[in-house]
């Protein structure tokens, strides 16, 4: 059951705010995010367990509802590095494996 | 610390022929893992192992087998290579306490 990401894609200018949502139909234990750049292996961003927390990485941030079994990813004040696709993977139990989203494709324009 | 290692970084096959892939990590992690990624398209696990002499079945399974013989060192094998089995090849590694994977940067397959 292969989470859903949205949006598929986002354009950017430099500056400018992004959100990026993932959900699953099933309840999660925890949410991963990933940002891949073209060529080379995902890096893992940040992890969310249940509790809701809301964690940050430089000025990324992601919530975690459980409830609603949904994950956000927010990136503020984009920069030309944060282009890449980012994958969400949502885990459904302690140390089970987990299947990533499809990917959201952000780009950042100057 | 090398973190997650993958051997070799670039393969080209032909239909029929076998091979193996080698994953290593130094992190003394437990968990590992095998995906797939096509062109233009996310990650698809393809086995995994949560400990030394495991290994499990993910998403897309077929045509592959694993070993983890060692802690440290998880290989995926493919007996009868398939055009359809074209793809990067990725590993990662995770401990058993809730943390990110490490990747490993990669192997580049083409089955002609």
């Known amino acids: 059951q292969q989470p859903v990401q949205s949006p598929q894609a986002v354009i950017l200018r430099e500056g400018e705010d992004a959100v990026i949502n993932c959900s699953s139909s099933?309840?999660?234990?925890?949410v991963h995010w990933y940002r891949q750049k073209h060529g080379e292996a995902p890096v893992f961003l940040m992890i969310?367990?249940?509790?809701?927390e809301q964690k940050g990485h430089e000025k990324i941030s992601a919530s975690f509802n459980e409830k609603k079994q949904q994950s956000s990813l927010y990136l503020t004040a984009s920069q030309l590095s944060y282009s890449g696709t980012y994958f969400c993977?949502?885990?459904?139990?302690?140390?089970?494996?987990?299947?990533f989203g499809p990917g959201t494709r952000l780009s950042v324009l100057p | 610390n090398a973190g997650v290692t993958q051997t070799p970084k670039f393969r080209v096959l032909k239909t029929g022929q076998s091979m193996t892939l080698l994953c290593a990590q130094d992190m003394n992690h437990e968990y590992m893992y095998w995906y797939r990624q096509d062109p233009g398209m996310g990650l698809r696990l393809i086995h995994y192992?949560?400990?030394?002499?495991?290994?499990a079945k993910g998403e897309v399974p077929d045509g592959y087998n694993v070993s983890r013989l060692k802690k440290q060192n998880f290989l995926l094998g493919l007996e009868s290579a398939a055009p359809s089995q074209t793809s990067v090849y990725f590993c990662?590694?995770?401990?058993?306490?809730?943390?990110?994977?490490?990747f490993g940067p990669g192997t580049r397959l083409t089955v002609l």
């Open positions: 990662a590694s995770s401990p058993w306490t809730p943390t990110g994977w490490s």
């Open positions: 969310l367990l249940k509790g809701g």
């Open positions: 993977g949502p885990t459904l139990n302690y140390g089970q494996n987990f299947v």
């Open positions: 099933k309840a999660l234990y925890s």
């Open positions: 192992s949560v400990g030394e002499g495991t290994t």
